[in-house]
């Protein structure tokens, strides 16, 4: 039987006459780790997005566990356990740190716990407890993605969906970044899809992988079995 976590069932979505996503599928299993890599404009926001109930499909549909959310709103998706950390580390930039992060913990069963989880998120993320007061648009990219990632934590999420979060950030930073995703996954068993460009630093983090190109899903398998040729003929599609 399926542990699936998370299910995207034959999901297509159209922009007006514009198909972005064309039957797509894949499921995330509990406590693990997939990437869904694919070139710009593949069409992985656009599936991330569906699934947060920020775009309707025109068929197929989203399974969190074992409820269809796929008719959802947002508020109601992010209070069953998904939650999304946006491409580019976006914060409320006149609102303090710690603002930015409380903000994250609206589901009720959240708020309940907030400040417990507001102190993992400063364990997890320390110089975010010396930063509580200042705006948040006084830090750095980095730091402001750091913002981002705990915020989504604050709302206790089951998954965990990060929108391409290497964008604009030095591979320094990007690797002390994903050395925090896998240590949240690691820990707190939270299952995680990552959205990237970045083949290598997503495959080298998720147990499986699925490639869109054109709105399709045109590979998907075990991370660590991928034979590289193969793979950059799915993502480039040559
Ligand atoms: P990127 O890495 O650039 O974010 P992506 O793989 O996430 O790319 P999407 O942002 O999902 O791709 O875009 C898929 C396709 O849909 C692209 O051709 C894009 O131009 C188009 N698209 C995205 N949003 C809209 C929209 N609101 N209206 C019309 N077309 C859109």
């Not at 710009?40 to 309707?56: D, E, F, R, S, Y």
């Not at 609206?106 to 907030?114: N, V």
């Not at 969906?161 to 990007?174: H, M, N, Q, R």
């Amino acid at each position: 039987m399926s542990d699936a976590l998370l299910s995207v069932e034959g999901v297509s979505v159209r922009y007006g006459d514009f198909s972005a996503a064309e039957s797509v599928s894949f499921s995330i299993e509990r406590g693990h780790i997939v990437s869904l890599i694919g070139l710009n404009g593949a069409g992985k926001t656009t599936i991330v997005n569906t699934v947060m109930g920020l775009h309707k499909p025109e068929s197929g549909r989203i399974v969190f566990k074992g409820e269809d959310i796929t008719s959802l709103s947002t508020e109601k998706i992010v209070s069953r356990g998904l939650s999304l950390v946006p491409q580019g580390g976006r914060c409320f930039n006149r609102m303090s740190v710690q603002d930015n992060l409380l903000m994250g913990s609206y589901p009720r069963t959240a708020r309940k716990k907030a400040k417990q989880t507001l102190e993992h998120v400063y364990e997890l993320f320390p110089v975010l407890e010396e930063m509580k007061k200042r705006p948040a648009g006084t830090l750095s990219g980095g730091q402001r993605q750091m913002v981002a990632i705990g915020r989504a934590l604050m709302a206790c999420p089951d998954c965990l969906i990060f929108d391409e979060i290497s964008l604009g950030l030095s591979p320094a930073v990007i690797k002390d970044i994903y050395n925090r995703i896998i240590k949240i996954n690691r820990e707190e068993k939270t299952s995680i899809l990552l959205i990237e460009q970045d083949t290598k630093r997503a495959l080298g983090a998720s147990d499986s992988f699925c490639v869109m190109l054109k709105g399709r899903v045109v590979l998907s398998g075990s991370s660590s079995e991928i034979d590289p040729e193969t793979l950059k003929k799915a993502y480039f599609g040559i």
